[in-house]
Nanobody
Framework: QVRLVESGGGLVQAGGSLRLSCTAS????????MGWFRQAPGKEREFVAR????????AYAGSVKGRFTISRDNAKNTVYLQMDSLKPEDTAAYYC????????????????WGQGTQVTVSS
């Protein structure tokens, strides 16, 4: 049984930082690409960032590029999302996801999802 468990969300002031973590179990982590999506109230879930299985390739949504950094530690089965210079518009539930077929920016390209962790940025 595959499980993805996110942590690290919370309330932060605009301009602050948070680091999200997602620990995976039930899969061979080092062979899976990992991603982060987010969903704000009343909006569709959107792509944030993804990282290839060995960490050599990353991609970001334009809205977070230069502020967010995705990384992974395959020895710990964990993927991270470092979020700096946070803005109120970053407020959303953040979801970790895993994909086995070199996924890109679409939800349908990913196979497993976590339950999400809430990030709230106050102005």
């Amino acid at each position: 049984q595959v499980r993805l468990v996110e942590s690290g969300g919370g309330l932060v002031q605009a301009g602050g930082s948070l680091r999200l973590s997602c620990t995976a179990s039930g899969l061979r982590f080092s062979t899976w690409s990992m991603g982060w999506f987010r969903q704000a109230p009343g909006k569709e879930r959107e792509f944030v960032a993804r990282i290839s299985s060995r960490g050599g390739s990353t991609a970001y949504a334009g809205s977070v590029k230069g502020r967010f950094t995705i990384s992974r530690d395959n020895a710990k089965n964990t993927v991270y999302l470092q979020m700096d210079s946070l803005k109120p518009e970053d407020t959303a539930a953040y979801y970790c996801t895993a994909g086995s077929r070199a996924p890109g920016f679409s939800q349908g390209e990913y196979d497993y999802w976590g339950q999400g962790t809430q990030v709230t940025v106050s102005s």
